[in-house]
């Protein structure tokens, strides 16, 4: 992978930045180029809090390339708090205990390496949030 | 626009084809295809086709199948929407014909899956959902349908049961298939001890890896008069496109993609569903078919699972579904999977599906889609 694919997207893999609607306040993330809800293209950045719920969940037990050393891996989609949903590993707790509905926050975490000379990606993972 | 029909059909035997390459496998199904219509005429080609790329290391298809053909001046375009790459493709084929740009289209699909390994082609697959957002994160495709499975579970009561009812009866139905890939049936115990791919999907949940290619040859509804073969006519088609992203949908078991590209081709074949006596589907994983059916309007949300279960959509139930074993049995060479189910259909129609063959039956629909159904598009296929 070229750095710049990878380095154009940290705003949103490191700091969780969403694109606010300034027209109907929904928020989009990653952002998009005009609102899905009303059209505007009139948006505003926004930091999300990291905090949500899992809405749905699975664990990765045949991992594509670049994961294999990971498996078995939670995977979910975390409702955010402030609404939008997020694609994203679930770790640092047993998979098999996880539920739908359980609140998770967000991780800073290595996602995997681009081979032994390539980019070392990081981005979000989420946790189980125990309230500390 | 001008009336539509099919006028021969050509699928190959499907499975892991190691001696056989891209080139090869769609330039059979081209030559069953013309030798089943009885003309050799081709104004022009679409070629339904996910990754040639990515699985073969070769692009520009366009080129190459109409030259190992030995046809090589012939019109011919790729055309790509993930697993809906076939589809599409007859999609296209019909566009040209009905606007009267040709008058005789053939349609290919082809997927050469074998070349690579399994973990690469894992790879592959996941480039039809979003690569930085999804993919990037080490979801697989079984993963975003398990989570959808997952989902539909929590939300309707979903049982394990109803899941394997639908990898049941299409293997049952594959093993009336001579091209299937898996034509052999399999029970609930060989479901159950199958080894866990993505909670709560197994193995036999899963459409396989396969190598196959599939054709249709698409003229006007008078030119098929001329023709040797019973024409089938084209009188629904309808495609639709839905978010990339499974998370960026408000409602994971909304298969908004499905329900458009539907209700798009029932309006322009004028029929409800009501109307539809059986449909070849996208079946890539159990669930998949359970939330198709809701999506058609078959069956009212969430009442999918024990529809199948039921054996609504058996040989002998009131709406079948998949009687070619689907993508379960028959195999998922992605982009030739939309040309096939074609294919099934108009072999139904004609009364030429041997012991498979539906009773009774004058409309099917087939629908077929591209990744966590981010495209789906329907034809509606009558008898005249």
């Known amino acids: 992978m070229q750095v710049p694919r990878y380095w154009r997207e940290i705003p949103k893999r490191y700091r969780l930045e969403a694109a606010q609607c300034k027209k109907c306040l929904n928020i989009s993330f990653p952002e998009k180029f005009s609102c899905p809800e009303c059209g505007s293209r009139d948006f505003k950045t926004i930091k999300l809090s990291g905090k949500g719920k899992i809405s749905t969940h699975t664990i990765i037990r045949i991992a594509p390339e670049g994961f294999n050393d990971q498996v078995p891996y939670g995977m979910g989609i975390i409702e955010m708090d402030e609404g939008p949903r997020i694609m994203a590993q679930i770790t640092d707790c047993d998979p098999e205990k996880l539920k739908t509905g359980d609140r998770m926050i967000y991780q800073f975490r290595r996602i995997r390496e681009d081979g032994s000379t390539g980019v070392i990606m990081y981005a979000y993972k989420f946790v189980p949030d125990v309230g500390i | ?384």
Not at chain 2, 198 to 213: E, F, K, N, V
Not at chain 2, 245 to 274: F, H, N, Q
Not at chain 2, 348 to 364: C, D, P, S, V, W
Not at chain 2, 372 to 381: E, K, N, P, Q, Y
């Open chain 2, 1 to 384: 626009m001008r009336k539509l029909a099919i006028i021969g059909i050509g699928l190959i035997k499907w499975g892991e084809l190691w001696e056989k390459s891209i080139r090869q496998i769609a330039a059979e199904a081209i030559s069953k295809c013309l030798e089943d219509a009885g003309t050799d005429r081709i104004d022009a080609m679409t070629i339904g086709n996910m990754s040639g790329g990515l699985f073969n290391g070769q692009e520009h298809l366009s080129s190459l199948i109409p030259d190992h053909l030995g046809r090589k001046n012939i019109p011919a375009m790729r055309i790509e929407s993930a697993c809906a790459s076939g589809g599409m493709a007859v999609r296209t084929a019909c566009l040209e014909v009905a606007s009267g740009f040709s008058d005789y289209a053939i349609a290919v699909g082809v997927e050469k899956m074998t070349d690579i390994s399994g973990n690469e082609a894992t790879y592959a697959l996941a480039t039809a959902a979003d690569q930085d957002y999804e993919a990037f994160h080490g979801v697989t495709f079984p993963g975003l349908y398990a989570m959808m499975a997952k989902a539909h579970m929590d939300r309707y009561g979903t049982t394990r049961d109803q899941l394997s009812s639908v990898v049941i009866k299409n293997h049952y139905n594959g093993s009336l298939n001579p091209n299937a890939q898996f034509p052999f049936k399999i029970t609930s115990d060989q479901v159950l001890k199958s080894p866990m791919v993505s909670d709560p999907l197994r193995l036999l949940d899963c459409s396989p890896i396969t190598d196959g290619a599939a054709a249709v040859l698409i003229t006007t509804l008078e030119e098929a008069k001329k023709l040797k073969k019973q024409p089938v006519f084209i009188s629904g088609i309808g495609h639709a496109s839905d978010s990339i992203a499974l998370s960026s949908r408000k409602d994971i078991l909304k298969l908004e993609a499905v329900e458009l590209s539907t209700d798009k081709a029932l309006k322009m074949a004028g029929k409800s569903i009501r109307d539809i006596d059986f449909a070849e589907v996208h079946d890539c994983f159990s669930i998949a078919e359970i939330m198709i059916l809701e999506a058609l309007g078959v069956v009212a949300p969430g009442e999918g699972g024990k529809a199948s279960s039921d054996g609504l959509t058996g040989l002998n139930g009131n709406f079948p579904v998949n009687p070619s074993g689907g993508l379960k049995s028959k195999g998922h060479p992605v982009g030739a999977t939309g040309v096939a189910q074609i294919c099934e259909a108009v072999t139904q129609l004609r009364g030429e599906a041997g012991e498979r063959q539906l009773k009774n039956i004058r409309t099917g629909l087939t629908q077929n889609m591209g990744g966590s159904a981010g495209s789906s598009v329907v034809h509606i296929l009558e008898v005249i």
